[in-house]
């Protein structure tokens, strides 16, 4: 292997050659959990060349990811990934391994997503809401078997990307080619990120098989195809001043930011595809638990909650300027435990010697948090099975919530952004309608968190496919607030 043995954490046994990925099957989170409860929540691991240090507890994970979290601040490099998707655009900050040029685009980055700048960004969550939101009002009429919520949010997500990034939404339908075309591609992609879906990235031998490279080349011109399309155009426009602001503009324009054309392309590239697959995949399986027979309660509480606080139906608003209504932070909170998108997260590598138990775990270590373990780890979470947003209410423990957002010095810069993401579009969409079940029980989705993903070896949870209702609450409420937000956009 490239690393020896760590002296005083389990190993998992494991075949010459492969190591462990024989045995890690498809479902990663629940073989790693497993291997936990028979080797101890921190074992070592290895898979083909590539020995792994995996965390499967909210204890260890907070020592390792937190207490000792500046010695765990870099990323590892994998031959897929880093050697042939990455080679046009630069690696994305959260594969970056920790150096100067890191440095200074994750320091680009947290200032725009810091949370004065996120603040000057609700327009546009106004705006992307307001038309996911109209057009799940248009389709429930045409679709009464129930409506598949993925696009709608795919695009709310990706929409409010674009705009930060560019100045630049995409007009349309759910059904617009650009969109998909992006959508499409980004997952394919994240499929490569994933912890042992390519073998190759572990057993070097296979890298002369060429099959899954030539997907990976193909991702890779399909992704730089628009990526530069944005950009230049966004070029252009600050050439003929017609730019409007946005992150990327704003770097650009400034003298003082030290980044080159590569550092600048690797945060486009981060804006764009961060919050693709993480956001989308938290309101759509948040949507499929409220329309299962528990979540009516739990509907009915936080449409309580919501008129408690804003009795003058002015939530649609005010969920743009504050967070006030406790028990929608909790719900969002709950949805980030509970449907964890990222169930093992961005691999971890160490700059320094780190300390688990009294064994010393060597600098150059490569590390997984299992943080869909550590989000059902019952030792934190009473009944860590149950869907509840009272968890999070009254007697909540200090501290991190959950790891949906990892922890430490490597952090998800777009927290932030995302928690706002996320109040907004509970708030609005628990305002506009009432979310049921759909008629056919085919239909109805999956309440497990691993069991929902439509491809278990990726890095992101990619929902399968369900159906839920919509019907509006109040008809001449929702078209007000409708009016107002979209605008002159039309719909
Ligand atoms: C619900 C939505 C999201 C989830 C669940 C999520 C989750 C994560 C996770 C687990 C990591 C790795 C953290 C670690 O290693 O400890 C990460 C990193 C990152 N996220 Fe997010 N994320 C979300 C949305 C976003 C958004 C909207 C943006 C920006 C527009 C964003 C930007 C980033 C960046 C730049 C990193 C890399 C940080 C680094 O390596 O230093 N994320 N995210």
Known sequence: TETPKIEGIPEVPGLPFLGGLVA???CHARKAKEWSEKYGDVF???????????????ASVKDLWITQQSSLISRPKFHTFHGIVSTSQGFTIGTSPWDASCKAKRRAAATALNRPAVQTYMPVIDLESAVSIQELVNDSQKRKFGINPVAYFQRYALNTSLTLNYGYRIDGSVENEVLKEIIDVERLISNFRSTSHNWQDYVPLLRYFKGKNEK?????????????????????????GVDKPCITGNILKDPEAKLNHEEIKSIC???VSAGL?????????????????????????????????????????????????PYITALVKEVLRFWIVIPIGLPRTSIGDMTYNGAIIPAGTTFYMNAWAANYDPAQFTDPEAFSPERYLN???????????GAGSRMCAGSHLANRELYAAFVRLICAFEITEADRVEDRPILDALECNGIPTSLTTDPKDFKCKFRVRDEGLLNGWLEKSLGDVKM
């Open 277 to 325: 697959d993480t956001v989308p995949g938290n309101v759509i399986m948040g949507l499929g638990y409220l329309s299962s027979p528990h979540g009516q309660t739990i509907q009915q509480k936080a449409f309580e909650a919501i008129r408690e606080v804003y009795p003058n139906n002015d939530a649609w608003d005010m969920c743009l300027k504050e967070e006030k209504v």
């Open 24 to 26: 890690l099957g498809e």
């Open 269 to 271: 590239l981060s804006m």
């Open 216 to 240: 990976a080349v193909e991702a890779r011109k399909r992704r730089d195809a628009y990526l530069e399309v944005l950009l230049k155009r966004l070029k252009d426009d600050i050439r003929s």
């Open 44 to 58: 070592q691991v290895r898979l083909g060349r590539k020995r792994i240090v995996f965390a499967n507890s909210y």
């Open 395 to 405: 007697s909540a423990p200090e501290g991190t919530p959950h790891f949906a957002y």
